[in-house]
Structures are given as C-alpha cells and as structure tokens.
C-alpha cells in the first residue's frame, strides 16, 4: 500500500481596489510568500498606473508576509518616490506589522496602522 501525499495547492491572493477621494486603496487579503509575490507585484504596479496622488495598500488581511512580498513593497516605494507619488502601507495585522518592523522597514517605509490613518479627513 502506498501513501500519496496531497499536492498544495498554492495560496491565492485576493485583491480589492477602490477609489477614495485621490486615494487609490488597494486592499490585500491572503498569503505573501515566494509563490504569490509576483502577483501582489503585479497588482501594486496596476494600482500604480491608475494612482495620481496616493496609492494606499491595506495589507490588513494579509495573514503572512515573507521576505519575498517585504521586495516588493520596497520596490513600490522606490517607484513612487521616482513618480513623485505617495505610497502608504496599512499594516494593521500582526502577519505585516512584525516583519515591517522587526527589518526595520517601517523607517524607510509609509506604514499606519488603520486605514483610517492612510486616508485624508
């Protein structure tokens, strides 16, 4: 008798983005790790294209972030600064806000905590 051990169907992420005011939201919602980066990079450059003044990414309902998806913000945050555009990151979850910080991103990134802190009153 053999075992077969169950293939792992990789994480998906899911994406939701909406206008607020000239805020782009792009909110986040699942795994980033090595296999799904290239899809949240994919994502953040689209939201990026459509962003004139604010591109807030809520990674409120991200439930891990691997070293992989840290690259990419940094990546966005380099091209916003070129565009002379604003880039904020939500990290309103302990999956985000312990890698962010304990990197030492949060120094060279925009991070709040709630998306009401991201958005103008």
């Known amino acids: 008798m053999t075992s077969e051990t169950p293939e792992r169907s990789?994480?998906?992420?899911?994406?939701?983005?909406?206008?607020?005011?000239?805020?782009?939201?792009l909110q986040v919602i699942g795994e980033i790790d090595t296999d799904t980066a290239p899809l949240f990079r994919e994502h953040l450059a689209?939201?990026?294209r459509d962003t004139t003044e604010?591109?807030?990414v809520d990674l409120s309902g991200v439930t891990?972030?691997?070293?992989?998806g840290?690259?990419?913000?940094?990546e966005a945050h380099n091209e916003h600064r070129?565009?002379?555009?604003r880039l904020l990151?939500?990290?309103?979850?302990?999956?985000?806000?312990?890698?962010?910080?304990?990197?030492?991103?949060?120094a060279q990134?925009?991070?709040?905590?709630?998306l009401e802190q991201a958005l103008p009153l």
């Open 10 to 25: 990789p994480e998906v992420l899911d994406f939701r983005r909406e206008t607020v005011g000239q805020s782009t939201v």
């Open 109 to 114: 990134l925009d991070v709040v905590i709630t």
């Open 82 to 85: 070129r565009l002379n555009t």
């Open 46 to 48: 689209a939201a990026r």
């Open 64 to 68: 891990y972030m691997a070293s992989p």
């Open 54 to 56: 604010r591109l807030v």
């Open 89 to 106: 990151v939500v990290a309103g979850s302990r999956a985000t806000r312990v890698p962010i910080m304990t990197t030492g991103l949060h």
């Open 70 to 74: 840290l690259s990419v913000l940094i």
